[in-house]
């Protein structure tokens, strides 16, 4: 931690932040300019906030120099995390993957038709929410336990992958028979028991960037994670909230690069919810892969325009198929390609 | 809804929009102008996404016209809610009332002294957490239910009532026998499977803005805690999100006038999370009572500097003493009263 | 400056800094802690930025300590700036000021009724655009010199001051004769051209924040003025964009608080673009002073549902009326009285 | 326009908001629902304010369905502009164009030197910097009229275009000699009047997005031009600001695609302003293209380090190389090419 005193600052304001410095474990060192004083902070106590140094007498301000997470840090494992699925699948390597599938699982042949053509157009995993956290009421809250199973089915039927949403601890248990990947959506990424909980489950997470996360935010909470020695995680830019109204949230493609360089664990990209309108999800899936995304996670709908939610951003299934080929030119551009199509195992 | 559709649509594209609408439950007025078609659909389907319209081939605008939350609205109880606790203080009405204390319960000692100030600064509710959501998994997590027991004994000791923060399902029946009022924190407003079993509770809760939630979705969360059969609630202002970095967060003092007008459930501020640094809080506080807010929300440490958590803008005792007595001459100008300090009951 | 190095920094890398920090200007003191080092750059080059050392090889982050601003800074000035008018009323002191008046010079009548009505209501200034920066073309422009002739003898009558805003340099000649204080918009809140030109006029700048401008880049912007050797400068806090829609703005009344510690420069607020509606400018207005604001800015219409711009935001005189009452009481709360109503000198 | 009255709006209410918009030349249809009474305007009067409309007693809400510019949107020329400059070069066709240079003009050496790197790289245009808007009075200022006869003789010995940013009137009649084309910069997006004479221009400009403008008001701006006569306009998206600080603004890539769909215009991309750090910039660029830009504005500097300003940002010639190298396999994924470098004249 660097202490830049003001200015005017007394010897005994000086002394006191040096005294609550050592106390906290700091080892201190003074940099007596000819007007301000600096004292830098050497060592990482468990337990300290910086804010607390910011309001202190005389105090001009106060800097964190080390970084607040450790495990998910790139300098951790330099040569990045890969993680593995059951059917031999990396994440994290040299191939993109592409997960796709509606918003909610809505019923046996919605979901089934959905897997199909998610594996016709060349995706690895399947996608659908069996518990839906919606903001009104009022609106379809899923099918639960009922949907999960069908989720399973599908995903068997043509070999594909299944990732889907948890939202609480009790649900944990619940998903682990039925699916190869957990998603923390953006509203749970401070969800921090929940996160502690999934440290300790030895199953792939992908973890949402939150609509008002920053970088740094991500990464405590993948910490949370990690530090609980689950280390087969995923992170996942997926929009954040701006004053821009015409997409549903701006999509920060940089957080794809940036992440990239700060940690060593996978980042994808969601431009489903990063634009919320099907016509932008192509053009921002493209954008992904071409700043460095180690996937897509994406919402397709037999017939978007019956879906019971997110119709608007759930692509066309010939959407998809175009998509996929368009990436599979582009991933060698930036020495990548997009993992092979599951071939459909017992068909 | 209304749908405003392009100066090009075609009347297929217009006669599949109308269908749609039919299709979901809309009476459709059709108003055909020299160039543009609009479309209002009348009547309000259980169950619709805007979004959906906005993506049909054709449309150029599709606008949501009923609000989307029904028990929160003004119209509702157009007289405003009151809030009434067990000592007979109401919230909601002519009175407003000072809730402060800890960020966190750290020791009896801690919390007793704290309760005491409180009170001698004339507030009326002690809060105090003990389960701490901390973005950083090596940071203090709070002391659980001792905490809670602790927050208990402390109030009782001065005839506070307690406030504490709810994180999840499981700890509502723990809380239950020791506090007066829930709280749910910003980063749980869209926890949406909690704020339906609050719903069901027969205790009043106060649900804090999330840092990037707009005002509709507030009411959206709070007409989860409604339709549970909970009227007994409270919204709280805390900051948002924005670009400023000096502060915090931004504390959206509008939002505090807005909600007043848009609903009918009492309105508090929270200063101390809204700027995150004490010598802030006394401005921002009058100014949140200035601006018609119904109570205050404040971080309050016998000894701040050392403080587990939050110091930085926690107040010394002194400072809310203070501020007390300022606000006690403020709010007659904005035809209130602060609501009488609680005097110590078996002392 | 402070460059803290990454953990795994060369020497070679830690020697290049090194160097540009000298050659900079900087005498560099260097902390090797077990781990990592940290090098504190005392002194200050006119002439530096520190994002060039943050994409340095091996530096970790890299951190600016002296304040980019010098004559903008509370400690230039501790006793803080009064700017004098002509007719003695100070801004800045214990007096607070009212400054109101519609958004657009539309008419002999309008500004001569709007005047009589502002004074009447007990402000001081007179406000009123004539030349007008709208965000359509097809907007309403302003009526010009005519307009400033306008203002000036409605002022004149009344015994009010004149501020209106000031677009670009050439303007400010033509303005200088009729008015008694140049207003910088939001827009132009970093027209620097404008602003050094501001600075070598001899009569008081009122200089707003711009929308997405951070408090430090207001204090940058009054800087350019001052070191021109204009210190007649006020600054104003207007509303900042955020993610929320319900209000024009998200009015920022933090920044006042914040502005008054950081600068000696008297602060202002304008409710009426912080909002955008007219029946909460009223509590926006309460909350700024009670906030410490030195004055207010506000709009208002002799008929504002026919106003040829701004109508939404324009107060009805009543409403003015009953506004200054309501302060006049609330100003004592916080130490403050407003300042006296202007009695009309030739009636 | 739609008006949507309140469930309670009285008879006379109704009749108010009727009346106001005929008086503003609209023709209103009502539709009367069984709770909620619904008025839309036909026709678009040249001069109205729908927040006047949200005001008024008894209403709803109030709806602009028209859009507020005209000649920027994409109907008024579905085919696409294209801007073709002096040696036969068009943006806004099949070949994407790629515009770098320095921050700053700094010397011929160093502008002479940028040149012949930018176009053995592949680049069209040169870019740089005569008249600089620093946000500190105490930065480089720029060369001026110098700088402009240094770019052009850099730009005329390698066969490159120039473009540099006009900061104000009074600079269009001094760059006109010197320049192909305008730069608008995000500050001066609303300087209206600058926007105004741009429009009586007969060279192309390129407008950039402010960093607090949504997209329509990015389209509002262009109107300005537009509606001045000159339609060689491009428009380009450079990073909004939001709370992420990691970058130094959040690049929309999002508003390429949205650009693209709503307007006629070229849309280009300027990743350096957009990130603010040099490692960044490439995976942008590519993005920004993948996303569907018809160009990129980039700073390169042959010596970054020792830059006068935004040296963080600029690309080493080397890193530009690779990365138009890189756009040239990208290009053909989404259907362009990237337009032929330019081969030096007189060499």
Redo the contacts between chains.
């Keep these: 931690m660097?202490v830049?005193m003001q200015?005017?600052a007394t010897d005994e304001q000086i002394q006191h932040v040096i005294e609550?410095m050592v106390e906290l474990g700091f080892?201190v060192?003074r940099?007596t300019?000819?007007t301000?004083t600096?004292l830098?902070g050497?060592?990482t106590p468990?337990?300290f906030?910086v804010?607390?140094f910011?309001?202190?007498g005389g105090v001009?301000?106060a800097?964190r120099?080390?970084?607040?997470?450790k495990l998910a840090g790139r300098?951790f494992r330099p040569e990045g995390t890969r993680v593995t699925f059951p059917n031999g699948l990396v994440v994290g390597g040299e191939e993109v993957v592409v997960m796709a599938g509606p918003c909610s699982v809505e019923s046996r042949e919605q979901i089934r038709l959905s897997a199909q053509q998610v594996a016709a157009a060349g995706g690895q995993f399947l996608r659908g929410g069996a518990f839906k956290?919606?903001?009104?009421?009022?609106?379809?809250q899923g099918m639960g336990l009922e949907g999960l199973k069908l989720l399973r089915e599908a995903a068997d039927e043509t070999g594909l992958l299944v990732i889907t949403e948890v939202?609480?601890?009790?649900q944990i248990e619940l998903m682990l028979p039925y699916i190869d990947c957990f998603q923390v959506g953006a509203?749970?990424m401070?969800?921090?028991?929940l996160l502690?909980e999934l440290g300790h489950v030895r199953k792939p997470v992908l973890l949402k960037r939150?609509?008002?996360a920053?970088?740094?935010?991500v990464l405590?909470?993948a910490?949370?994670i990690l530090?609980g020695g689950n280390y087969d995680l995923m992170l996942c830019e997926r929009g954040?909230?701006?004053?821009?109204?015409?997409?549903?949230n701006?999509?920060?493609?940089?957080?794809?690069?940036?992440l990239k360089?700060l940690t060593h664990l996978p980042v994808l990209g969601d431009p489903s919810h990063?634009?919320?309108?099907?016509?932008?999800v192509p053009?921002?899936a493209?954008?992904?892969?071409?700043?460095?995304a180690d996937g897509l996670l994406m919402e397709m709908h037999p017939n978007p325009?019956k879906?019971l939610?997110?119709?608007?951003?759930s692509l066309f299934p010939e959407q998809l198929t175009k998509l996929v080929e368009?990436l599979r030119?582009?991933a060698?551009?930036?020495d990548r390609v997009i993992a092979p199509a599951v071939s459909k195992i017992h068909a």
Excluded: C, W
């Design positions: 660097i830049a200015d005017n609550r080892n060192h940099t300019g000819e301000q600096i830098a050497v060592g468990a337990h906030e804010t607390e910011q309001v202190l001009a301000q800097y120099i080390s970084s607040p997470y300098g956290p919606r903001s009104s009421p009022y609106s379809f939202m609480e601890i009790s509203r749970n401070q969800n921090f028991n502690r939150g609509i008002a920053t970088i740094e935010e405590l909470s910490e949370y530090s954040i909230r701006t004053f821009e109204t015409y997409t549903r701006t999509m920060d493609i940089s957080a794809i690069p940036v360089k990063g634009v919320g309108k099907r016509d932008l053009p921002m493209l954008a992904s892969v071409a700043a460095g325009d879906a939610s997110d119709g608007a951003q368009r030119r582009l060698p551009v930036v």
